[in-house]
């Protein structure tokens, strides 16, 4: 479960935007920046490491996940009344690759990437 939130430089209020393509606009997320700002992005981009890196440079505002926009002091967060919005992650794969230690290695090393940002339930299968 990632949170998704909406962010600014400074957590100063401002209507430009920086949102995902076109093509998402039917998310949640950019639901959430459309009511907000009440108007389109005025930049976009397919991931979120562009969207904030577009958002820094160009003093405007973002939608992103929380644990990535943390990562730069700049951005604060802009919609303290919004709730956030929480998107699943899923691990998807064959049931044939279930037991194959690849696999289970890139799913640890994935779980230890959030591992900060969120508690994992029933312990880490990870194999080491």
Excluded: Y
């Excluded at 958002?55 to 009344?81: R, S, T, Y």
């Excluded at 194959?100 to 890139?106: F, H, P, S, W």
């Excluded at 799913?107 to 959030?114: A, L, N, Q, S």
């Amino acid at each position: 479960d990632i949170e998704v939130n909406l962010f600014s430089m400074s957590g100063r209020m401002t209507k430009q935007w920086v949102g995902l393509s076109s093509k998402f606009d039917h998310q949640p997320e950019m639901q959430m920046g459309f009511e907000f700002f009440g108007c389109q992005p005025v930049l976009r981009s397919s991931n979120f490491a562009t969207i904030r890196k577009l958002a820094v440079e160009h003093d405007l505002a973002c939608i992103g996940p929380k644990f990535m926009m943390d990562e730069w002091q700049e951005l604060k967060l802009l919609n303290h009344f919004t709730p956030s919005i929480h998107r699943e992650v899923w691990s998807v794969f064959h049931e044939k690759n279930k037991n194959d230690e690849a696999l289970k290695r890139v799913r640890c090393w994935v779980k230890d990437c959030f591992k900060e940002q969120f508690e994992l339930s029933n312990g880490s299968p990870c194999v080491r």
